[in-house]
């Protein structure tokens, strides 16, 4: 079976490296069209009406071009980032809108390209797009909203959520890294469109990848030449495939319900420009592969067509589709003909994402201030030194272990705005406090208060539970099902140890961990990695998934979770490598696969090889006091790094009088023995630590 699926995969992957040509990027709104009618049968007849009226618009009138006025739909564009090269520039996003603007007005340089068959078929389509310059809430705006937020990594829809402007008034654009929708066809999905029939209030607009926004910045080194957001808009005006349906019928009832474009039988890769795939159409043409409808390479497309002009002005003429984007009240509410100057809106992160730093390390911050250009830059920085700073990206330096504020004001001649977030920076001791061995069982309620740290997204992400644990009354739980985007990363951050203090004996970091799959192949990923700099840079230990151990059976079950200790697997992961830092920092990282929560419990360091002899009698390892005594007295342990098995007292005979084996903590513990109706005599205390007997002898009084 193994060995078979071993096949299969290398098969895969042969045939994957031979067919790199045919992974395809495609458009995702296909797939989300046909997902949103199957679960709401109120868009699927909206779906069908929509059909049956672009099937009504007469055939004189799809081929008849008239110039019109222009029609203008307000934009916004949401870019929801991680301060990576998702989070574009505004040139980007500029460079867009003048694609957008050219194609949708048949202003763009390789109109020349159209083939001559073609060129009489072409259409201005009356329309242009501007930056929104008043938002929902009357303040002044670029048109760019900018959002940090995980969920730019796959949450698809969920980014929606985030932040959304009035869908009848702006056109919603999510700008973003990675979309999980399967492309079907080994490439990526590069965007996807609601259709004006399956539009509502929460989902409208277009999510598209930040690298095929425009032509410049990120998307320079891809030829798609901003395309793919001019196919994704004229798809939310009401455009379809050329290709839907394949070649299809009659040209007015099947395919995009238009005629002038030639039916094509599978979507046009590349710039194919001999290929005629139906010949079903009458004069038979080539596939029009110039159709910014069509899937061919940006650079190849350069056409509209008079009948999909005409599809689209039905659109924008009727009110349950778009004709309030472009009416008056729109315009007036997002001010699109007005040019304000807006007040900058501060925003800044560190170079590299660096949050946590050493004593006497120093820290970059990245201005990311938008919405405006800023004039004045004023920084505080508690805990850092200077503590002040006028620059747009200044670099401090914290001296002193603790967890500090950021503060940024920007301004310019319209006035100010101020970003504060709390706790920003962390800075570690060059010598931790918690001394190895060190279990950590997550008991303390606050402990992601200041000594852990968990990232989260939205409602998931790590979080502390005590409705399942493996020990004690809490653990720990990455939160994740099926609305926990693929791909989403949710890290836990350890406080620091001291390992030095188990040197030489071979430590090892152990915790328990409980998982089942929700679905078949598809499992969620633990991922193990240290740091000696203070989270300046992470190692990875070791990523554990279903097949090595992030579950202790393979049983596929849905929102499971553990509830009893078998479900809990041990994993020891050596880390000798490590054993003379004495700032060891771990960070457990899930790995979303939209399926189930990942559990942690009892984080452990701890040495495999006892401590020597040696040691552990140069320790003063515990007093007794009073002794002698009258058979009540208290015992100090202060064990430190050793480890305890038991404590038993016996009398001189050997026979043990009683047992203590409770769970010593590391540090001070201290006990009260009270021994009722002990005969007067001599005892011994025997403290069983790392296996070697320490005795110590009392008195008891008559
Ligand atoms: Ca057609
Ligand atoms: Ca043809
Ligand atoms: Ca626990
Ligand atoms: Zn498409």
Known sequence: MIKNRNIILALLIILSALNLMAQHNTCGT????????????????????????????????????????????????????????????????????????????????????????????????????????????????????????YLTDGGDDAVKNIIRWDYRKYLNIWVVKNIAMDAGSGGRVLGYATLPSSTNSTKDGIVILSDFVGSIGTATSNNYKGRTLVHEVGHWLGLYHPFQGGCGGNCNNSGDYVCDTPPVKEPSYGC????NTCSNDFPDQLDMIENFMDYA??????????????????????????????????????????????TPIADFNTSNNIITVCEKGSVTFKDYTYNATATTYSWTFEGGTPSTSSSSNPTITYNTAGTYKVTLTVSNATGQNTKIVDKMITVIAAESQLKSPYTEGFENSQILNGFWKAWEAGDYGWRRITTTKYEGVAGMQAYIDAGSASNTLY??????????????????????????????????????????????????????????????????????????????NEISLDITKYESTKNLILKFEARSRSGNSIYLDNVKIEALLPAKVSEIENENLFQVYPNPNNGKFNIVINHGKFKINDLKITDISGKVITIKDSNYQNGANESKIELDNIPAGMYFINLNIENKIITKKITVLP
């Not at 069209?33 to 099937?55: A, G, V």
Request: glycine content about 6%.
């Open 297 to 342: 390479t940006g650079s190849c497309q350069n056409m509209f067509t008079k009948g999909q002009k005409a599809v689209v002005d039905y659109s924008l003429g009727n009110a349950n589709y778009r004709a309030q984007n472009i009416s008056t009240a729109a315009h007036n509410a997002t001010g699109i003909f007005t040019n304000p100057s807006c």
């Open 491 to 568: 890290s836990l951050v350890s406080d620091n140890f001291d390992l030095s203090t188990i040197k030489g004996r071979s430590p090892l970091l152990k915790f328990r961990v409980a998982y089942r799959p929700a679905v078949a192949n598809s499992t969620e990923v633990l991922t193990i990695y240290v740091s000696t700099n203070c989270g300046q840079t992470w190692l990875p230990l070791k990523a554990i998934s279903n097949a090595n151990g992030l579950g202790v059976d393979k049983v596929i079950e849905n929102g499971w979770q553990p509830t009893m200790q078998s479900h809990w």
């Open 30 to 149: 296909d797939k989300y069209t046909s997902d949103i009618i199957k679960s709401d049968p109120e868009i699927q007849k909206r779906y069908n009406e929509y059909n049956e009226n672009i099937q009504k618009i007469s055939d004189n009138e799809k081929k008849q071009f008239k110039k019109g006025t222009t029609r203008t739909i307000p934009v916004v564009f949401h870019v929801i980032h991680t301060y990576g090269s998702e989070n574009i520039t505004k040139a980007q996003i500029e460079d867009q809108l003048r694609i957008l603007n050219e194609a949708y007005q048949r202003q763009n340089a390789d109109t020349v390209n159209t083939r001559s068959i073609f060129k009489g078929l072409a259409a201005d389509m009356d329309i242009e797009f501007k930056l929104a310059r008043k938002d929902q809430n009357g303040n002044c705006t670029e048109g760019i909203t900018r959002t940090f937020s």
């Open 272 to 275: 194919p420009n001999t290929n």
